[in-house]
């Protein structure tokens, strides 16, 4: 802790290159299980995995009565929103494209800072996020400027877009009353409650039939062990001490850590001008992240004038 700024920035990005992971684990799970399965049976070894920290630990917070509407909003909202959309869409849509719908959450996330919890923003914040989207659209189109995308794919994914800009309103307001094992305990398990009557209805025949391997259940546990829980919990600790839209920010990092895991696990098309946008994704990254000379400056001047009218009124007594 001697570094909170390094373990502030170690831990969000740690959590991107899980969940830009999580892209290229979802293509190989599939093979075997269904969405509803997959995100339920990840949800219950993620809490299973909380839930025994927090007792050797004794981290697990007792949430109060008032906020346990709260806890069931953000719940609500992710995992149980987030990965309807997450889940479905990313079946339809590549490991890509789906990387870069999600990275479009810092677009939207300051939006709902400023009008939630009136959280200001800076020129350059606005700048490096700007950036960061042209090396977004860099990093998706080929040689040729072609895309192409299923439509409810598409849809699939800015829902779970939508759920993950209010889940970070909600996560802000609880973060600063409980520590980020709670937060992502009660979270997990009550996303188990949501999800197992879906997972009755639609999916618990083709479970019988489903292969239990090695080879199959490694996907899913990294699923659940890093995208799910290690993931969640170095974000939320980081969004404690970034704030919603410069934690955010760090999204954009996604589809370019999906592009390079890609290319060496999956064997997808690296070119040039993904390349660039991984450049240009970065540079947007580092701008976002700088806070002007200038209000530095009349921050300094601001408080040179309070002392000096301070003196004044004092020499006026």
């Known amino acids: 802790m001697k570094n ?11 959590s991107m290159v899980f969940w830009s992971l999580s892209f290229i684990w979802y293509k190989v799970v599939y093979l075997y299980y269904n969405p509803i399965t997959v995100v339920l049976f990840r949800l219950i070894i993620s809490s299973a995995l909380l839930a025994f920290f927090s007792l050797i630990f004794k ?45 479009t959450i810092p677009l939207f996330s300051p939006l709902a800072a400023r009008y939630f919890l009136n959280e200001q923003l800076t020129r350059m914040n606005y700048a490096g996020i ?125 589809p370019v850590f999906t592009a390079i895991f890609a290319y060496f696990l999956i064997d997808e098309k690296f070119t040039l001008l993904k390349l660039s946008g991984i450049l240009v994704v970065i540079l947007g990254l580092f701008v976002s992240q700088v806070k002007p000379a200038y209000m530095n400056f009349f921050s300094n001047k601001n408080k040179v004038k309070g002392h000096l009218g301070d003196k004044t009124r004092e020499r006026e007594k």
């Open 4 to 14: 909170p700024r390094l373990i502030t920035y170690s831990a969000v990005i740690l």
């Open 59 to 103: 981290k697990l917070q007792k949430i109060r009565g008032s906020e346990l509407k709260v806890i069931l909003l953000l719940a609500f909202l992710e995992p149980f929103m987030y990965f309807i959309g997450e889940s479905f869409g990313i079946r339809l849509v590549s490991s890509t494209v789906a990387a870069v719908i999600i990275s």
């Open 130 to 254: 700007l950036i960061s989207i042209i090396g977004v659209i860099l990093v998706i189109f080929d040689d040729r400027l072609a895309f192409s995308a299923s439509l409810p794919g598409v849809i699939l994914m800015a829902l779970a877009v939508l759920a993950a800009v209010f889940y970070s309103v909600v996560n802000l307001r609880l973060s600063t009353k409980y520590n980020v094992v709670t937060i992502i305990t009660y979270q997990n398990a009550i996303g188990v409650i949501f999800f197992f009557p879906l997972f009755l209805v639609f999916e618990s025949e083709s479970v019988k039939y489903a292969e239990f391997s090695v080879r199959s259940l490694i996907p899913l546990f990294e699923l659940a062990i890093f995208a799910s829980t290690l993931a969640f919990l170095f974000f939320t600790y980081s969004l404690k001490y970034l704030g919603i839209s410069k934690a955010n920010v760090f999204v954009n990092l996604i």
